[in-house]
Each structure stands twice: as structure tokens, then as C-alpha cells.
């Protein structure tokens, strides 16, 4: 992997998970070895190979030139705050198709779509975050087609119990908002990451961060642009992917 990285990925690896699975299959059929792609969860306890590892088991193509960006949920991604204090935040988005693999999150998640009678294609998820990472926070949204949020909150606090059950959650106010604050014991020096999870235009949204004033103006910057039919969506994600510009879950 290169030195300096292209993904959101704080020093502390609590806040993000790499797909490793998916980055293998990715590696495998590219060629490629500087997968961006990150995702927000805490790590198992049983940890699964490195990255390095799996890099070391592939030769890159020089001939091919993977476009590191993803915009599978684009309309999902305008939702999200567009920046913090000044600073501009970047955002991704994917699908269920391209998330879910043979992890305990993903058939947590994959268990609770079937409940709903929904496939992978139906889970979108949008982040943004600062990529030089001078800012702690990085906001996303989850969304299953045609589901209450109410319901994609289940299905997000299944998943995170799915993968290590000491995730608690309890409601709070912030910004005159109800709010799902989770966590997970800390068990190091470094400040506890909390994910703030707020039900608003039809998805939930979810705000990571050590700072609850930065989650605090996230929650009033969404709820300034909570539109006024927040209901879920029936359809797709919208549009294709556009090309990439530069490296940017």
C-alpha cells in the first residue's frame, strides 16, 4: 500500500475496518495494489490478514489503471454535509453488492435485508470525510430502499453487535435532536470514538467522532438540509459513477 494514503483512515484503527475479503478480490482481478476503499466499523477481535498481506499475494498490471473513486449512491451523497468549519469533506458511496462479503457485519446486515424482503442492491451507504484528516469526524448515511429509518437503525445496531457485541448505544439529545449515541469500551489511552446516529430524510445517519461538538454542529448542519419528505426511497441509487478526478469506504 502507498505510504501516504488516498483513504479516510485515521492513526487509530477503532473508527475504520477494511474489507479485507474485498480488497483480495479486488487485488486478484486488478491487479491493483492501492485499494482506497474503507469502511466504518470496529475491527473483530479475531483479526482477519493484513492488508500487507494480502498486497504481497499480487503482482500489479502496470497496463491498468483502476478508478479509486465510488458514487454508486450519488443522490445519497449530496445529503451529507459538504464540509466542516471551512474545511471541505469528500464523499463515496456504495452499494450492498459491493460491501456485503462473508464477514459477521455484512450477514448481519444481509440477515436483515432478507427480513425486509430486500437484496444487497437495496443498502446504500454514503461517507464524507476530510482526506487530510484534520479534521475528526467522518459522516455517513445508510439507507435501504423502501425501509423506514427506524428500521435501517436496527439493522446498523445488529451489524455492530454482529461484530463485536460490547457496541452499546443509548438516546441523547444533541442540537435539539434525538440521537442513538454508540460505543465500544475504550480500551486505550487514545479518546473514545462515538458514533452519533440520527433518523432524518428517510435514512440514518451516522457521525463519527471523539468530539461531540463536532458532532453536535454535523447534526445541525443535516438538519438544516432535512428536506421535507423524508420519506424512504422506493427506487435504486441513481446515476452511474462519475469519473474520477482524483483519489478520495
Not at 477503532?14 to 466504518?40: E, H, K, N, Q, Y
Given at each position: 500500500m502507498p505510504t501516504q494514503r488516498t483513504d479516510p483512515a485515521p492513526a487509530r484503527p477503532?473508527?475504520?475496518?477494511?474489507?479485507?475479503?474485498?480488497?483480495?478480490?479486488?487485488?486478484?482481478?486488478?491487479?491493483?495494489?492501492?485499494?482506497?476503499?474503507?469502511?466504518?466499523l470496529r475491527p473483530a477481535a479475531s483479526a482477519a490478514p493484513s492488508?500487507?498481506?494480502?498486497?504481497?499475494?499480487?503482482?500489479?498490471?502496470?497496463?491498468?489503471?483502476?478508478?479509486p473513486e465510488s458514487h454508486e449512491a450519488?443522490?445519497?451523497e449530496e445529503l451529507l454535509p459538504a464540509d466542516y468549519d471551512g474545511t471541505a469533506l469528500v464523499a463515496q458511496s456504495w452499494t450492498g453488492t459491493t460491501l456485503?462479503?462473508?464477514?459477521?457485519?455484512?450477514?448481519?446486515?444481509?440477515?436483515?435485508?432478507?427480513?425486509?424482503?430486500?437484496?444487497?442492491?437495496?443498502?446504500?451507504?454514503?461517507?464524507?470525510?476530510?482526506?487530510?484528516q484534520a479534521v475528526d469526524v467522518v459522516v455517513g448515511a445508510f439507507r435501504i430502499?423502501?425501509?423506514?429509518p427506524a428500521d435501517v437503525a436496527t439493522a446498523m445496531t445488529a451489524a455492530w453487535e454482529a461484530q463485536d457485541d460490547t457496541f452499546t448505544s443509548t438516546d441523547v439529545t444533541i442540537a435539539g435532536e434525538t440521537v442513538?449515541?454508540?460505543?465500544y469500551p475504550n480500551t486505550d489511552p487514545e479518546p473514545d470514538v462515538a458514533f452519533y446516529w440520527y433518523q432524518a430524510d428517510g435514512v440514518v445517519y451516522d457521525i463519527e467522532t471523539t468530539d461531540e461538538a463536532i458532532a453536535t454542529a454535523m447534526?445541525?448542519?443535516?438538519?438544516?438540509?432535512?428536506?421535507?419528505s423524508p420519506a424512504p426511497a422506493s427506487g435504486g441509487p441513481s446515476g452511474s459513477p462519475p469519473p474520477s478526478v482524483s483519489p478520495a469506504p
Open positions: 477503532d473508527r475504520f475496518w477494511p474489507v479485507v475479503a474485498l480488497i483480495a478480490v479486488v487485488l486478484a482481478a486488478s491487479g491493483w495494489t492501492a485499494f482506497g476503499m474503507t469502511f466504518v492488508v500487507a498481506a494480502v498486497e504481497e499475494s499480487f503482482e500489479p498490471e502496470e497496463s491498468f489503471e483502476p478508478d450519488a443522490d445519497l456485503l462479503t462473508d464477514d459477521p457485519w455484512s450477514n448481519a446486515f444481509t440477515a436483515a435485508l432478507a427480513d425486509q424482503k430486500k437484496v444487497p442492491s437495496d443498502l446504500a451507504i454514503a461517507q464524507a470525510w476530510d482526506p487530510a430502499n423502501g425501509v423506514e442513538s449515541k454508540g460505543s447534526i445541525q448542519d443535516i438538519v438544516g438540509g432535512v428536506s421535507s
